[in-house]
């Protein structure tokens, strides 16, 4: 009786413990199709295009729309919190808890508008940086540290013009160049989870320098 009483709580024990073969993909933008196609979405479209490329579809839940893949033996959950961009954090904790996702195994695509565009930038953490989903993050999961890909989104716009240019959509030069940028980071965050952050950011920030 004893024995079976510790096998239970054992495997209770267990079931509660974080997978650490799972990671949790939060693409940031706002909900909306007036927001479709805009410089702030482009995390949006990576994990859009993560989707996309293993053939799974995204589903409405629970503060975001969710899509699941596996890939190599690691399990990618894909999030795209529907809460606007400014509780981003309340989505991304939600998530982490449900899905037995451990802080380290987060992975967040945000757009940046100090990197040219074709610059990726992957980190294991950071400041916020003035961007309203990170700041939310931050203070709904207990801190900046959790993995990042900036995606650079430029800032050619006129004093006064911030808001107008992040909420902007691509012009046809941007857009003929971000098929392959998308690739890259991509396929960073497919090296995120099977090679790891360190291997991927040497790779991946040194490409975007080179470039």
């Known amino acids: 009786m004893l024995n079976w009483l510790k096998k239970l ?3 209770l024990q267990k079931k509660e413990e974080p997978d650490p ?6 693409g940031l933008g706002n909900m909306g199709s007036e927001y479709d196609n805009t410089r702030h979405n482009i995390g949006f479209d990576v994990v859009d295009a993560l989707a996309k490329e293993f053939k799974v579809n995204f589903k409405n839940d629970s503060l975001g729309d969710l899509a699941e893949f596996k890939h190599k033996g690691r399990t990618f959950v894909l999030l795209k919190p529907s809460t606007y961009m400014n509780l981003s954090g309340k989505a991304v904790r939600a998530w982490l808890t449900k899905k037995k996702i451990e802080k380290k ?6 757009d940046d508008m100090n990197l040219d565009l ?10 916020d940086g003035g961007h309203n989903g990170l700041k ?7 801190g900046n540290n959790y993995a990042r890909i900036r995606f650079g989104i430029g800032n050619d716009f006129s004093k006064g013009r911030q808001v107008d240019f992040v909420l902007g959509n ?3 030069e941007e857009q003929n160049m971000l098929p392959e940028i998308i690739k890259k980071a991509v396929d960073g965050v497919k090296k995120f989870g099977t090679i790891g952050l360190s291997h991927t950011m040497t790779e991946l920030n040194k490409k975007a320098k080179k470039e």
């Open 118 to 127: 074709g610059v990726l930038r992957l980190r294991g953490k950071g400041s």
């Open 105 to 110: 195994n987060l992975l967040v695509i945000v």
């Open 170 to 172: 691509w012009n046809s």
């Open 136 to 142: 939310s993050i931050d203070q709904m999961t207990g």
């Open 9 to 11: 709580i054992d495997y």
């Open 21 to 26: 073969m799972k990671y949790l993909i939060v």
